[in-house]
Nanobody
Framework: QAQLAESGGGLVQAGGSLRLSCAAS????????MAWFRQAPGKEREFVAG???????TYADSVKGRFTISRDNAKNTVDLQMNSLKPEDTAVYYC????????????????????WGQGTQVTVSS
């Protein structure tokens, strides 16, 4: 089991940066693949970035070169550094976790994940 709690959201001007953090409970964090999703008003939840147990990562095309996902297994955290933010990045951002035996897999679908945080709002003004 895993409980996830996001932090770091807020209001920022276009071109600015934010760093989101997700803290996971439990002693088996290293057994989970992690990801960040987002949902804008009136839109479906979409994949933003994912990281495998071993640190392999994948990004949505819309955030490549601007966002960086990282994990710290000693601290049970996964972070999302967001740079060069755009108004279209405005959304509620969710952290997700999936326990897996496969160390190198990154999962892209929201149905792939069993555990979700409550979300944190990111608003980018133009």
């Amino acid at each position: 089991q895993a409980q996830l709690a996001e932090s770091g959201g807020g209001l920022v001007q276009a071109g600015g940066s934010l760093r989101l953090s997700c803290a996971a409970s439990g002693r088996t964090f290293s057994m989970f693949a992690m990801a960040w999703f987002r949902q804008a008003p009136g839109k479906e939840r979409e994949f933003v970035a994912g990281i495998s147990r071993s640190g392999d990562y994948t990004y949505a095309d819309s955030v490549k070169g601007r966002f960086t996902i990282s994990r710290d297994n000693a601290k049970n955290t996964v972070d999302l550094q967001m740079n060069s933010l755009k108004p279209e990045d405005t959304a509620v951002y969710y952290c997700a976790a999936r326990r897996t035996a496969i160390s190198y897999s990154v999962y892209l679908g929201d149905n792939d994940y069993n555990y979700w945080g409550q979300g944190t709002q990111v608003t980018v003004s133009s």
